[in-house]
């Protein structure tokens, strides 16, 4: 098969799954996300663009692994109860529901900040659900501002995100250093954030009325949730310690499982098998368009149009950032165009440029980012959020605190 053929098929497949993956059930394919998914990685196969051995190789276990880890430590907080006493709790000080949003993007904004995003998301998406369904409130605003919160608030240090963490080794860029420039560009995002969702949903929050339930609806199993937390401060621990995090979340998911004398099979059910599928084979599908070199190809085209003076560079980097991370993942991006940052005027603005893009690029679409995925597939039994659904509000809020926060960066510079 010569290497154009290879190409058109890559592009081929990689559209064709991404339109299936994007949008609700098709009639003529009646597929969900992960189905979608795993056809596209088959067809990759299928069809020579990668080898077996290759699509093995393309599944970033670290991701999968890290997931697993955390799904168990949540399932035995679910078996606890912990997230229906959560539940009855923030329903019981919230005063509004616009008050609501408004914690819940500061509370996921500010622990994405101090660990990973993904992780954030998978631990608070089953309260959001629980708290929505048990107030009788909303799913969708809620559901947006976590995933999208989860996203602006990682961009404020080195261990907020995968790509962040990359950039950190890649450039040597000390927190503190990074923290300074990209903290205020996390807070002036997530404010930005707040009011467009607080505008944009408005007539679905006004005539909205809390509703406290007065008996929790799940009886409290305190010895299982100190055993649980006490693991997962442990882990937290090891994150902050620098420890691997897929193998001490893991590790922390085995813990409980000797330890929480519970069935395991009562907490293996309650993992999210369909979401670690989808997962793996997104990563042979995008790593099928990526073996073409096309990306590389891409570069070579526009790299002319960067301009030459630091501003120029740096809204231009952006702009192309912003795009090849929803194009080819935002992780995959970095590792390719990390390698060019070199030949920029000023390097290390433009690392923190690129990892401001990359990371708010992942609210331009539902697919942007793992976090949003992860949110939407999390609630998929209470709600639905479609691919138009999440973009009438994902562009504005991309756009705007990109714009923003490229003012702040060559202000602070």
């Known amino acids: 098969m010569s290497a154009a053929t290879k190409e058109v098929l890559a592009l081929a497949v990689f559209c064709f799954t991404y339109l299936l993956i994007s949008g609700r059930r098709l009639k003529v394919l009646p597929l969900n996300r992960p189905a979608a998914a795993l056809l596209g990685a088959v067809l990759m196969v299928a069809f020579g663009v990668l080898t077996p051995e290759r699509a093995y190789r393309a599944v970033d276990y670290d991701t999968l692994v890290l997931l697993l880890g955390m799904m168990l430590i949540a399932a035995y907080l679910l078996l606890a109860g912990f997230f229906d006493w959560a539940a009855d709790w923030v329903l019981r000080v919230a005063k509004t529901p ?14 994405s900040a101090l660990l990973v995003n993904d992780t954030v998301c998978l631990m608070l998406t089953p309260l959001v659900v629980a708290v929505m369904v048990r107030g009788q409130l909303p799913l969708a605003p809620y559901l947006l501002a976590l995933a999208m919160s989860a996203n602006v608030g990682s961009v404020a240090t080195l261990v907020g995100n995968p790509q962040n963490m990359i950039i950190g080794q890649l450039s040597h860029i000390s927190f503190l250093r990074f923290s ?17 969702l607080a505008i944009g949903f408005r007539k679905v929050l006004r005539p909205v009325v809390i509703r406290r339930p007065e008996v929790p609806a799940r009886k409290l199993d305190r ?13 937290f621990v090891g994150f902050m310690a620098g420890l691997n995090l897929p193998w001490t979340a893991l590790a922390g998911g085995a813990l409980l499982m000797v330890l929480a004398r519970r069935d395991t099979h009562e907490v293996l059910k309650l993992v999210d098998w369909h979401l670690l599928v989808f997962f793996a084979a997104l990563f042979v599908v995008v790593a099928g368009l990526n073996g073409t070199g096309l990306p590389d190809q891409v570069y070579g085209t526009v790299s002319g149009v960067f301009g ?9 980097l952006a702009w192309f950032s912003a795009l090849g991370s929803n194009l080819f993942s935002n992780v995959p991006f970095v590792l390719v165009a990390g390698k060019w940052i070199g030949n920029f ?3 290390e603005l433009m690392w923190k440029v690129m990892a401001l893009a990359t990371t708010f690029a992942g609210n331009l679409t539902l697919l ?4 949003n995925v992860i949110v939407v597939e999390s609630a998929r039994g209470y709600a639905e959020v479609g691919f138009w659904d999440y973009a009438k509000f994902g562009i504005p809020v991309t756009i705007l605190t990109t714009m923003a926060g490229l003012v702040i960066l060559l202000m602070m510079n």
């Open 345 to 347: 005027a000023q390097p």
């Open 98 to 111: 616009q008050s609501l949003l408004f914690y819940l993007i500061a509370i996921s904004g500010g622990l």
């Open 308 to 316: 030459t003076s630091t501003g120029s560079q740096a809204w231009n």
């Open 368 to 371: 942007g980012s793992v976090a």
């Open 180 to 196: 300074f420039s990209l903290v205020p560009v996390a807070l002036v995002g997530l404010a930005i954030q707040y009011a467009v």
């Open 223 to 235: 010895r299982l949730l100190s055993l649980t937390l006490a693991v997962l401060s442990l882990v």
